[in-house]
């Protein structure tokens, strides 16, 4: 009887450790399934965000405090890109110093919708024209004296104040000057003597006759005007040899000159300068022999072109621009010192850049960030260092390589999706 008993008692007992080593199994098998879906979750990160106002990030579906427009879940995995991309991209970036960011991968539902406009960075010689605005002054090369080429004593004065504009071959004074009268009556005696008898003698001393009348400033129109009235006057007018504005007026009436003593000092402008400003960032552009066009206002619709002939050396430490200048030819005497010009300078480098659109580029000011197209799904954030500008792309410094593909539309909804400003900012 009492092994009846015992044999009961034993099966009641095996009967018991076997119900709780499947619940120990059954909660081990829970517990391993509950980590293996926590984990693959943890893989993928979500939000909810609105459309048209991509800062807006919720945790559960609602609708935009903003717009009212409802918000749509937006998935971002982390582990999106295979090993074999991830090893391309980090061996990119070690050999080049190239930041990859961060890395979408967008799901299908979300490829529906997402339309991302691509562009192949490519090489090409960047073009660029800078826009100058200029002013014109006084070329310091071409100042110029009139000077007394023989003693007198000033009679009259043409000029009336500095700042006159004197042509050339206008009158600018009358000269009571007896050597040269002495010199115009020697004229007069070596051309009768001359046109009576035409030896050779006589012809020696017309020629140094008219060679010294003219050494002194005497027109030919003037002796042979003297020739035909039979006679030289007392007060004998002098000619203007060059063009340009009176900076100094010595010449008064009654003052007696030397030889060599300075009647007016003029600044010429039958060439004047062109000076302009380029600020800091396009001053490395600027060699001297570039093409320059120039318009100004005072001769609308007139096209000059020059050349640039001078750099300063120096940058203006307040206006942060350097000085360049160009030299213009103003035979006519049409450009003033004073007037504005606008200049535009078209400048090509010599070698081709790296290049990408410039709407391809996100700002956020510390940095610059583009994104790449690694696949129909996958897109990679990178930081780029960029260069010169011109005509709608940018020239791309470090950061790119030739060939990749760059998102020009689409890139700000990529860069909303990321959220990875805190990564670069």
């Known amino acids: 009887m009492n092994n009846i008993i015992y044999l009961f008692l034993f099966f009641l007992l095996m009967s018991c450790d076997s119900n709780y080593l499947k619940q120990l199994v059954g909660k081990k098998h829970k517990s391993d399934l509950k980590h293996s879906v926590t984990k693959k979750k943890s893989d993928v990160k979500s939000y909810y965000t609105c459309s048209m106002h991509p800062h807006i990030k919720k945790h559960k579906p609602g609708k935009c405090p903003i717009c009212n427009m409802r918000l749509t879940k937006i998935l971002i995995d982390n582990e999106s890109l295979s090993k074999k991309e991830n090893n391309k991209i980090t061996s990119a970036a070690d050999s080049l110093k190239y930041t990859a960011v961060k890395k979408i991968k967008l799901k299908k539902s979300q490829l529906k919708h997402f339309r991302a406009e691509i562009f192949t960075v490519t090489k090409m010689l960047m073009t660029k024209k800078i826009y100058l605005l200029g002013s014109i002054i006084q070329s310091e090369e071409t100042e110029s004296k009139i000077t007394a080429r023989v003693s007198g004593r000033v009679e009259k004065v043409y000029i009336k104040s500095t700042g006159s504009l004197i042509k050339k071959d206008s009158p600018i004074l009358e000269l009571y000057s007896p050597k040269l009268i002495?010199?115009?009556?020697?004229?007069?005696?070596?051309?009768?003597?001359?046109?009576?008898?035409?030896?050779?003698?006589?012809?020696?001393?017309l020629r140094q006759s008219v060679q010294r009348l003219k050494l002194w400033g005497i027109k030919s129109f003037q002796y042979k005007k003297w020739f035909k009235q039979g006679r030289v006057p007392k007060k004998i007018t002098i000619y203007s040899p060059s063009a340009?504005?009176?900076?100094?007026?010595?010449?008064i009436v009654?003052?007696?000159?030397?030889?060599?003593?300075?009647?007016?000092?003029?600044?010429?402008?039958?060439?004047?300068?062109?000076?302009?400003?380029?600020?800091?960032?396009?001053?490395?552009l600027v060699e001297i022999g570039q093409k320059i066009?120039?318009?100004?206002?005072?001769?609308?619709?007139?096209n000059i072109n020059?050349?640039?002939?001078?750099?300063?050396?120096?940058?203006?430490?307040?206006?942060?621009?350097?000085?360049?200048?160009?030299?213009?030819?103003?035979?006519?005497?049409?450009?003033?010192?004073?007037?504005?010009?606008?200049?535009?300078l078209s400048i090509v480098k010599k070698t081709p850049s790296l290049v990408v659109p410039k709407t391809a580029i996100i700002d956020t000011g510390k940095k610059k960030i583009v994104w790449v197209q690694i696949s129909n799904a996958n897109y990679s954030a990178k930081i780029i260092?960029?260069?010169?500008?011109?005509?709608?792309?940018?020239?791309?410094?470090?950061?790119?390589?030739?060939g990749e593909k760059v998102v020009t539309d689409g890139n700000f909804l990529l860069d909303a999706q990321s959220q990875f400003f805190k990564d670069y900012d």
């Open 182 to 205: 002495t010199a115009g009556e020697e004229y007069l005696i070596a051309r009768r003597s001359y046109n009576n008898a035409k030896t050779k003698i006589f012809k020696n001393m």
């Open 244 to 251: 340009g504005i009176v900076k100094k007026r010595n010449a």
């Open 254 to 284: 009654g003052k007696y000159f030397k030889e060599g003593q300075n009647f007016f000092e003029l600044s010429d402008l039958s060439d004047v300068w062109v000076e302009m400003d380029i600020y800091e960032h396009d001053s490395s």
């Open 293 to 302: 066009k120039l318009q100004f206002t005072a001769l609308p619709g007139e």
């Open 306 to 344: 020059g050349e640039i002939d001078f750099i300063n050396p120096v940058l203006n430490s307040v206006s942060r621009t350097l000085k360049i200048r160009s030299t213009i030819s103003n035979p006519d005497g049409k450009l003033k010192p004073g007037m504005v010009a606008n200049a535009t």
């Open 385 to 402: 260092n960029t260069g010169y500008e011109s005509g709608g792309y940018t020239e791309i410094k470090k950061g790119l390589l030739l």
